[in-house]
């Protein structure tokens, strides 16, 4: 067995997507699919589409200038897609796409793992916050 130089195996690992790799179009994946309002957008539609406005209605907080950059990002990822229907005003609607669906799961669970341990974490915070005033 012949052995690889570093760079080779650096090589080869982006092409396998291997996240531990700087250089690896997944790490970019994770980074966009661990970002707050892409979650709150996927979990916003597993009920179906959706208008811009009803998103922006829902997930509160978003910047309207956030959530169009968060939606484009998704649907060039595939996530996502945009339908415009013709009128007046223009209907601009956002669905899932089966990748999209298909990660819907795992963010779904994440959230609700958030929620459901949020007590927890309050509680682990003011236990660190109170001994680290105390060093």
């Excluded at 978003?62 to 996502?80: H, N």
């Excluded at 799961?105 to 915070?125: L, R």
């Amino acid at each position: 067995m012949a052995t690889r130089t570093a760079e080779e195996r650096r090589a080869a690992a982006a092409r396998e997507y291997d996240a531990f790799m700087a250089g690896c179009p997944a790490r970019k994946l994770l980074e966009r699919i661990g970002d707050k309002w892409v979650s709150l957008v996927l979990t916003a539609l597993a009920g179906g589409s959706q208008r811009y406005s009803d998103l922006r209605r829902r997930i509160a907080g978003v910047s309207e200038k956030m959530l169009t950059q968060t939606l484009r990002a998704m649907e060039r990822d595939g996530l996502l897609t945009r339908t415009v229907t013709a009128g007046v005003p223009v209907r601009v609607d956002y669905a899932l796409t089966p990748l999209g669906a298909s990660l819907l799961p795992v963010v779904a669970a994440v959230k609700a793992w958030a929620e459901a341990h949020m007590p927890e974490v309050e509680e682990a915070q003011r236990v660190y916050d109170a001994s680290a005033l105390q060093h």
